[in-house]
């Protein structure tokens, strides 16, 4: 093992002695499907500039730092009090990730119901079906080294598992808890949720740092619905100002069913999420609002694909982005549908608002539609804040920085609202004038 | 209480204003009419500081202190107010929200205390009702989907929350019709005080049927031509504006 040369590298990572235990655990029933992705990923180049979908996302971070795997072992030093801050959503079963690993000392007790199975990656010896198990890696092909990498070396997450007609009466809150080391850590949560016929959950997923520090998040979910099951996912990305976070999000419907995602990305360098609905049974409805926050230097990329497959599914897509300083922002929405999805009511919309003339939108919203009676539309438009609106305010007592503060949230105000708990909404809506305060 | 003196303003490099004086007391309610294009609702905005709008001569004495030292806000704060002409939408900007901000705003730049979210909804309430306005536009966004009438009405309702020592109201007759502009005048009624001024900016006369003016003055090519009572105003309805050999322009 060459660990100086491949510092930075994918092999490199690879033969990290943490990366060599889990790829050697026999006692783990992950181990076949590590090992898979892990001959996938040697195949696998980093994604580079003249690919279309990382076009104006360079991954040459990967290179430059020398990211070690979190260890296998949980992290156990931390105290509820430590992270008394993040815990705001009232009410939510709880599950605390620290360093991508499970911590039973800052969780509740895992929900006992009928028709529920619930366990974590790293304890196999849970309540879930080896049927349920065995579509981790299914739902989400392997489209860039990132996702293989996370199956490979998936640090721990949650198999939820619904049985038909199971409700979850509390949302199941995920925790993501990140705790910098000196070297740069690198972490893969990994979580697989499984609805079946008429099952209803609410499921919030959270990252957020403790203190300021470089690490680089590489989450993967998956989410599988069967008919008439419904999810409300919420996901909020609250990553470390020098972190870089990737989060790959693919969910399968079948018919009637109903997924809604918010997804608030504020914070990171560098944040990607890819995020794919498949509308594969008749008359299943999926529903995203998207926030995208840009403050100065910061990355913010989210490329969403929605494949209406089956006829009579409806899509509501509605993403909006404020950029501050150089903030750069990405959106890449792609509609595509397939023939037989006859009667598809689509709608997809980007809007940006840009507080500096530094900063730089890249938008592409695509519709690709080979039925021939559809309703589909997207739109995108980038803008300036409104001066009119400004000395309105201004007029009125208010300062200029509250001003702009207001209006920012005004603009997000539709997936700010999107946010079911009161708690976690409120928490959003003064991040974001935080992170876009007086420039 | 407001003394402007030889008043210069220009709007896009043209001079609008071109040496305005106007004096107006405590208590008092001064009307400025005049043909369009005459400069009345620069004279408006520059009272209120809009960008865009700069004066390039002259003085604004407000209370003791020059008006055009102060940005927009220490102007709200200071006890002016400005009812717009067209009162902007504010997509996503909570209506009962941006009013508890912008008044708490205003007394914090006065060195008092922030009015607490009951204290504030209980004066929300009754300041309503003296308005006549529909409690469920407060939920709404600010004026967003609001007929003419009620955008109008928000205004006479922030008015009555913020309490000013000087409103100037800009054409806020335009686009009423005679229910809406009889309760938009009643609100600005109940809001006469003897420590309230008014500046009432029309083109025509007929809201001055419902509020009665102290004063009239008739504004032309930025200086103001003729001063007088409310008989003023009269005269002018009758022979309209050519009698002061001023050019009428269709409204």
């Given at each position: 093992m060459n660990i100086?040369?491949?510092a ?6 690879l ?9 050697n ?13 892990a001959g996938e990923l ?13 076009r104006?996302t360079?991954t040459a ?10 260890p296998r072992?949980p992290?156990r ?7 008394e801050?993040l ?10 990730f620290?360093n991508?690993?499970f911590?039973?000392?800052?969780s509740d007790?895992l929900?006992q119901?009928?028709?529920?199975g619930i366990?974590?990656?790293?304890n196999g010896?849970?309540?879930v ?7 981790l890696?299914?739902?989400?092909p392997?489209?860039h080294?990132?996702?293989a ?7 721990d997450?949650?198999?939820l598992?619904l049985a038909a007609?199971?409700?979850l ?6 925790l993501?808890v990140t705790?910098g080391a000196?070297?740069?850590?690198l972490l ?5 949720i ?5 099952a209803?959950?609410q499921?919030?997923e959270r990252?957020?740092p403790?203190?300021?520090?470089r ?6 979910i998956?989410?599988?619905l069967?008919?008439g099951?419904?999810l409300?996912h919420?996901r909020?990305?609250e990553?470390?100002s020098e972190?870089?976070h990737?989060?790959d999000l693919?969910v ?11 997804q ?5 360098a560098?944040s ?12 299943a409805?999926?529903?995203?609002d998207g926030l995208?926050?840009a403050?100065?230097r910061q990355?913010?990329d989210?490329?969403?694909e929605?494949r209406?497959v089956a006829?009579?599914c409806?899509s509501r897509e509605?993403?909006k982005?404020?950029?501050?300083g150089?903030g750069?922002?990405v959106f890449d929405?792609h509609i595509h ?9 689509a709608v997809l919309?980007?809007?940006n ?8 939108v890249?938008?592409?919203?695509q519709l690709?539609?080979f039925?021939?009676?559809?309703k589909?539309?997207h ?10 609106m400004?000395f309105?305010?201004r007029?009125?007592g208010?300062g200029?920085i509250q001003?702009?503060r207001?209006?920012?949230q005004?603009?997000a105000q ?6 079911q708990?009161e708690a976690l909404?409120?928490?959003?809506s003064r991040q974001l004038a ?6 | 209480?407001?003394s402007?003196k030889?008043l ?11 040496g305005l ?9 001064h009307?400025?009419m005049?043909p ?12 209120a500081?809009?960008p865009g709008?700069?004066?390039t001569?002259?003085?604004v004495?407000?209370?003791g202190?020059?008006l055009?030292?102060?940005?927009p806000?220490e102007r709200?704060a200071?006890g002016?107010f400005?009812a ?5 939408e504010?997509?996503g900007v ?6 508890k901000?912008a008044l ?5 730049a ?5 009015l607490?979210?009951?204290a ?7 300041k309503?009702a003296?308005v ?9 966004p600010v004026?967003s989907?609001?007929?003419?009438g009620e955008?109008?009405r928000?205004?006479?309702l922030q008015m009555a929350?913020f ?6 109201l ?5 686009g009423l019709?005679?229910d809406?502009?009889r309760t938009v005048s009643?609100g600005?009624?109940?809001l006469r005080d003897?420590k309230r001024?008014?500046?009432?900016v029309t083109?025509?006369q007929?809201?001055l049927?419902?509020i009665?003016p102290?004063?009239?003055h008739?504004?032309?090519n930025g200086?103001?031509?003729r001063?007088?009572?409310?008989s003023?105003?009269l005269?002018?309805e009758?022979?309209?504006?050519g009698w002061?050999?001023?050019?009428e322009?269709a409204?």
């Amino acid at each position: 093992m060459n660990i100086d040369a491949a510092a930075g590298s994918i092999s490199g990572v690879l033969q990290q002695p943490t990366a060599q235990a889990m790829l050697n655990a026999s006692d783990d029933w992950l181990l076949p499907k590590r090992k898979l992705a892990a001959g996938e990923l040697l195949e696998m180049p980093l994604p580079e500039r003249k690919q279309e979908a990382w076009r104006y996302t360079s991954t040459a971070f990967f290179e430059e730092q020398s990211f070690q795997l979190a260890p296998r072992e949980p992290f156990r030093a931390l105290e509820i009090s430590d992270i008394e801050d993040l815990l705001v959503a009232e009410d939510t079963y709880r599950m605390v990730f620290v360093n991508g690993h499970f911590a039973p000392q800052l969780s509740d007790r895992l929900p006992q119901m009928q028709g529920l199975g619930i366990e974590t990656l790293s304890n196999g010896a849970g309540t879930v079906d080896a049927s349920v198990r065995e579509q981790l890696a299914s739902i989400a092909p392997h489209r860039h080294v990132f996702e293989a990498m996370n199956t490979a070396l998936a640090s721990d997450g949650v198999l939820l598992h619904l049985a038909a007609g199971t409700q979850l009466d509390k949302p199941l809150e995920l925790l993501h808890v990140t705790v910098g080391a000196e070297e740069p850590t690198l972490l893969h949560p990994r979580h697989l949720i499984v609805a079946e016929a008429g099952a209803k959950a609410q499921v919030i997923e959270r990252y957020c740092p403790l203190g300021e520090s470089r690490y680089f998040t590489n989450a993967l979910i998956e989410v599988s619905l069967a008919e008439g099951a419904q999810l409300q996912h919420q996901r909020l990305q609250e990553e470390s100002s020098e972190a870089q976070h990737i989060s790959d999000l693919h969910v399968r419907q079948q018919a009637k069913s109903d997924y809604r995602l918010v997804q608030a990305s504020l914070g990171g360098a560098w944040s990607r999420s890819d995020v794919r609905l498949e509308l594969l049974g008749e008359q299943a409805r999926a529903e995203v609002d998207g926030l995208l926050i840009a403050s100065d230097r910061q990355l913010n990329d989210m490329h969403l694909e929605v494949r209406h497959v089956a006829p009579g599914c409806s899509s509501r897509e509605s993403v909006k982005g404020i950029l501050d300083g150089k903030g750069r922002i990405v959106f890449d929405g792609h509609i595509h549908v397939a023939r037989e999805a006859q009667k598809t009511d689509a709608v997809l919309s980007n809007d940006n608002l840009m507080l500096s003339r530094s900063a730089e939108v890249d938008t592409k919203p695509q519709l690709e539609i080979f039925a021939d009676d559809v309703k589909c539309s997207h739109g995108t438009t980038v803008g300036e804040l409104d001066q009119n609106m400004l000395f309105y305010l201004r007029s009125r007592g208010i300062g200029p920085i509250q001003a702009q503060r207001m209006l920012c949230q005004g603009f997000a105000q539709q997936p700010i609202d999107a946010i079911q708990d009161e708690a976690l909404r409120e928490r959003v809506s003064r991040q974001l004038a935080a992170r876009l305060g007086g420039n | 209480m407001l003394s402007i003196k030889n008043l210069q303003a220009q709007v896009e490099g043209k001079d609008i204003l071109q040496g305005l004086d106007l004096d107006v007391g405590e208590g008092e309610v001064h009307a400025i009419m005049g043909p369009n294009g005459s400069g009345k609702s620069t004279l408006a905005h520059v009272l209120a500081g809009r960008p865009g709008y700069s004066v390039t001569g002259g003085s604004v004495d407000f209370l003791g202190s020059d008006l055009l030292e102060l940005e927009p806000e220490e102007r709200a704060a200071a006890g002016v107010f400005l009812a717009m002409q067209y009162p902007v939408e504010l997509p996503g900007v909570n209506n009962t929200h941006f009013l508890k901000e912008a008044l708490n705003a205003q007394r914090r730049a006065r060195g008092e205390s922030e009015l607490d979210s009951v204290a504030f909804l209980k004066l929300v309430r009754e300041k309503l009702a003296m308005v006549e306005m529909k409690p469920e536009l407060l939920k709404r966004p600010v004026n967003s989907g609001f007929s003419g009438g009620e955008k109008k009405r928000n205004e006479i309702l922030q008015m009555a929350v913020f309490e000013p020592r000087l409103a100037v109201l800009d054409e806020t007759d335009s686009g009423l019709d005679i229910d809406a502009l009889r309760t938009v005048s009643d609100g600005v009624n109940k809001l006469r005080d003897p420590k309230r001024s008014v500046i009432l900016v029309t083109h025509y006369q007929r809201l001055l049927h419902y509020i009665q003016p102290d004063y009239v003055h008739v504004l032309a090519n930025g200086r103001i031509v003729r001063s007088g009572d409310k008989s003023l105003a009269l005269e002018l309805e009758e022979k309209g504006y050519g009698w002061l050999g001023l050019d009428e322009e269709a409204a």
